[in-house]
């Protein structure tokens, strides 16, 4: 069983594209030894990255393109 469930991080962004952009720029923090913003027993980067979005702790920010 995968926790937290797609359908739950799916609510949390507003494309996969957006979850897998957002989990992997936190995972490289957190191997990059940032603190964890969540309490949890996971070990792996990605699943603490995906567990906090789905905490709320972490959000992104959409940039529009200047130009072109």
């Known amino acids: 069983m995968i926790y937290p469930s797609i359908d739950t ?3 949390k962004v ?3 594209y957006t979850l897998v952009i957002a ?5 490289r923090m957190l ?3 940032a603190p964890r913003l969540i309490d949890t027993k996971s070990i ?3 699943s ?8 709320d702790k972490i959000g ?5 393109k200047q130009g072109g």
């Open 48 to 55: 603490i990255a995906l567990e906090e979005i789905a905490a």
């Open 14 to 16: 507003d494309s996969k």
């Open 23 to 27: 989990a992997a720029k936190r995972a």
């Open 31 to 33: 191997n990059e030894d």
């Open 9 to 11: 991080l799916i609510k």
């Open 44 to 46: 792996k980067d990605v």
């Open 60 to 64: 992104y920010d959409r940039i529009k």
